[in-house]
């Protein structure tokens, strides 16, 4: 199979298989240069129209699945292809070849296989469509809002009640230690780094900042200095960056942290007792 370099591979661009407009010729024969939208997508994607109604939508040539959740990915006949549209290593204009077809296309690179595990990846180029839908800055901002902190609760030890002039330990009881991460937002996904857990012990001394303690440990503690019973709360706190296909995104003006909501414990503080024995 001989594939040339000039092909399209835009995000919901729909065309026929059959479409005589999708095949071109170029010094190494004829090509098919359209890509086929997904099932179940939108319409032609870049006017906002509904689309998926049925009449004319062509169903993928290969199996899209091959090239997992990447947003740009189409068939070139039997083959599943991806892409990193802008690409992850552009070179310089001063280096793409001859044949640009028109002032707004850049030369990407692209890996297709098919399911026999047959492969092939090459540059071409790439002309972006007028209308590209959401920008990288309004995926980053969906994708975020999809970003959950998860559950726990603030425990503390002693358990059942402390002390006053002993340590009391905090910890976010049942949250992971690791990243999380939220779900594709048209290929940008949010990630939360663990960065610290805010403690505030409830007596007045105001919040406290700890590291990112979540089983029982003595990385997160205070000391009463009165005893009572005392309304504690905590929440976790997380850096975060964006990621686009992969690649780490970075863009001006995205959220770099998320806070969790502010979670509650009581806590009975007592005084220790002495017994003198004769």
């Known amino acids: 199979m001989t594939v040339g370099l000039l092909y399209v591979a835009t995000q919901g661009a729909l065309a026929d298989e059959q479409d005589p407009d999708c095949y071109v010729s170029t010094p190494e024969g004829v090509k098919y240069v359209c890509s086929v939208r997904e099932p179940g997508g939108d319409g032609d994607g870049g006017s906002g129209g509904s689309g998926g109604s049925g009449g004319g939508t ?3 040539s290969c199996d899209l699945s091959i090239v997992g959740e990447s947003t740009n990915r189409w068939c070139e006949g039997e083959y599943a292809c991806w892409a990193n549209i802008p690409s992850a290593a552009y070179p310089t204009p001063d280096d793409w070849p001859d044949g640009q077809p028109s002032e707004d296309s850049v030369y990407i690179y692209k890996n297709c296989q098919n399911g026999e595990g047959d492969r092939y990846d090459e540059w071409g180029w ?12 309004e995926r980053a901002m969906m994708a975020f809002g999809q970003l959950n902190t998860p559950e726990f609760s603030l425990a503390f030890s002693p358990p059942g009640h402390s002390i006053i002039y002993i340590d009391t330990w905090w910890w976010a009881e049942g949250a992971p230690a ?6 594709s937002a048209l290929g940008v996904v949010a990630v ?7 403690v505030d012990p409830g007596d007045g001394s105001g919040v406290m900042t700890c590291d990112f303690v979540t089983s029982e440990s003595d990385a997160c503690s205070y000391t009463y200095s009165r005893s009572g019973d005392y309304t504690t709360s905590g929440r976790l706190v997380y850096d975060v960056h964006f990621e686009y296909d992969g ?32």
């Open 126 to 137: 790439h002309t972006p469509q007028e209308d590209t839908g959401p920008s990288l800055q």
């Open 192 to 198: 939360g780094t663990p960065s610290h857990i805010e």
């Open 178 to 183: 690791g990243e999380i991460r939220g779900s």
């Open 247 to 278: 690649t780490t995104l970075d863009l001006p003006g995205l959220p770099d942290s998320l806070e969790s909501a502010w979670q509650e414990s009581g806590i009975t503080v007592t005084e220790s007792q002495a017994v003198v024995v004769p």
């Open 58 to 60: 062509s169903q993928p």
